[in-house]
C-alpha cells in the first residue's frame, strides 16, 4: 500500500512524521519503504542521518537501478533518498516520470507499506506522487495558512485526479479539542465545496522534542517514546497497520 504524506504549505512536519511513523509500523512488523519524494529539496536522509552516495537522481539521470540505492537503516525500514539542490528535479517532464515509475514498479512490491514523503503545495511533482498513492494523508497545522493551504492542495487533487477520500492530520495542536475543531472546520469545507471526505488520522500535539530530535539525528518515538507526540505517531501507526488488510493482499 502506497501512503503519500503532504500538505499545501511547507513546513508542517510531513518529513518528521514519515520517519516516525514508518519505524513505527515497522515495530508492528511491516516492511516499509520510504521515498522521499522532495526530488530538489531531499530531507529524509538528513533527519536519518544518512550520507547516501547515490539517490534518485542518479536514477533519473544515470539510469542506474532504485535496488542500488535503497538504504536499509538500523530503525528497520528502508529508505529511497532524493538529492538536494537539483532544480532540473523538481519538474519531471512525462518522459522522465515514466522511466521513475517503472523503476518503482519494479521495487514497491517487496514492500507492505510505501510512504512517499512529498514536497509541499500543488506542484506537478507533487500531484504526480499524490496521483500514485492508494491514500493521500495531508497534514495540517492550526496555522490559517496551512489550513487554506490544505484546502487548495485538496481542491486540486479532487479536480484533477479525481480523489474522493483525504486522510487529514492535525499536528502541532495544544490540546485534542483543537485539533477535532480544526478537522471539523476543514470537513465542512471540503464537504460543502468539493463534497470531498475527509477522515481524521490523528491529531498530534506540539512537541519541542521534535526540533530536539531533528537537531540530534534522531527519532521521536525512539527519544522520546513516552512523550505525548510519540504516543500519537505510534496510534497513527496502528491504524495505518490495520489499513493493508482491508486493502487486501493483492495490491500495494
Ligand atoms: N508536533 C510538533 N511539535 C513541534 N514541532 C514540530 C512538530 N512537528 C513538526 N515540528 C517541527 O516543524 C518543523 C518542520 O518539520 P518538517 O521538516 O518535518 O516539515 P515538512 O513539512 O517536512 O517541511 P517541508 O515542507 O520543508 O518538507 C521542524 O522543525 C519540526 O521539528
Known amino acids: 500500500m502506497i501512503i503519500s504524506v503532504t500538505s499545501g504549505k511547507g513546513g508542517v512536519g510531513k518529513t518528521s512524521l514519515v520517519v516516525n511513523m514508518a519505524k513505527a509500523v515497522a515495530d508492528l512488523g511491516g516492511r516499509v519503504l520510504v521515498v522521499d519524494c522532495d526530488l530538489g529539496l531531499a530531507n529524509v536522509d538528513i533527519l536519518l542521518e544518512l550520507a547516501p552516495s547515490k539517490n534518485?537522481?542518479?536514477?533519473?539521470?544515470?539510469?542506474?537501478?532504485?535496488?542500488?540505492?535503497?538504504?536499509?537503516?538500523?530503525?528497520?525500514?528502508?529508505?529511497?533518498?532524493?538529492?538536494?539542490?537539483?532544480?532540473?528535479?523538481?519538474?519531471?517532464?512525462?518522459?522522465?516520470?515514466?522511466?521513475?515509475?517503472?523503476?518503482?514498479?519494479?521495487?514497491?512490491?517487496?514492500?507492505?507499506?510505501?510512504?512517499?514523503?512529498?514536497?509541499?503545495?500543488?506542484?506537478?511533482?507533487?500531484?504526480?506522487?499524490?496521483?500514485?498513492?492508494?491514500?493521500?494523508v495531508v497534514i495540517i497545522t492550526p496555522e490559517p495558512t496551512s489550513l487554506t493551504d490544505a484546502y487548495a492542495l485538496i481542491k486540486v487533487l479532487?479536480?484533477?485526479?479525481?480523489?474522493?477520500?483525504?486522510?487529514?492530520?492535525?499536528?502541532?495542536?495544544?490540546?485534542?479539542?483543537?485539533?477535532?475543531?480544526?478537522?471539523?472546520?476543514?470537513?465542512?469545507?471540503?464537504?460543502?465545496?468539493?463534497?470531498?471526505?475527509?477522515?481524521?488520522?490523528?491529531?498530534?500535539?506540539?512537541?519541542?522534542?521534535?526540533?530536539?530530535?531533528?537537531?540530534?539525528q534522531r527519532l521521536l518515538i525512539e527519544g522520546w517514546p513516552l512523550s505525548p507526540a510519540s504516543q500519537a505517531v505510534r496510534e497513527i501507526a496502528e491504524v495505518v497497520f490495520g489499513w493493508r488488510s482491508r486493502l487486501g493482499k493483492g495490491r500495494g
Open 158 to 216: 479532487h479536480r484533477h485526479q479525481g480523489k474522493q477520500d483525504f486522510w487529514i492530520i492535525i499536528n502541532e495542536v495544544n490540546n485534542r479539542r483543537e485539533g477535532q475543531r480544526l478537522f471539523e472546520q476543514i470537513g465542512r469545507v471540503v464537504d460543502r465545496f468539493l463534497g470531498v471526505k475527509v477522515h481524521l488520522l490523528g491529531v498530534i500535539p506540539q512537541d519541542r522534542n521534535f526540533s530536539q530530535a531533528i537537531r540530534e
Open 56 to 136: 534518485i537522481q542518479h536514477v533519473i539521470m544515470e539510469g542506474e537501478r532504485l535496488e542500488e540505492i535503497v538504504v536499509s537503516v538500523p530503525q528497520g525500514f528502508d529508505v529511497l533518498p532524493a538529492s538536494s539542490g537539483v532544480a532540473e528535479l523538481t519538474r519531471l517532464d512525462n518522459e522522465t516520470k515514466e522511466i521513475l515509475l517503472e523503476h518503482l514498479q519494479g521495487l514497491w512490491g517487496r514492500y507492505q507499506w510505501v510512504f512517499f514523503d512529498t514536497g509541499a503545495g500543488i506542484g506537478d511533482t507533487v500531484l504526480w506522487f499524490n496521483g500514485l498513492a492508494h491514500r493521500i
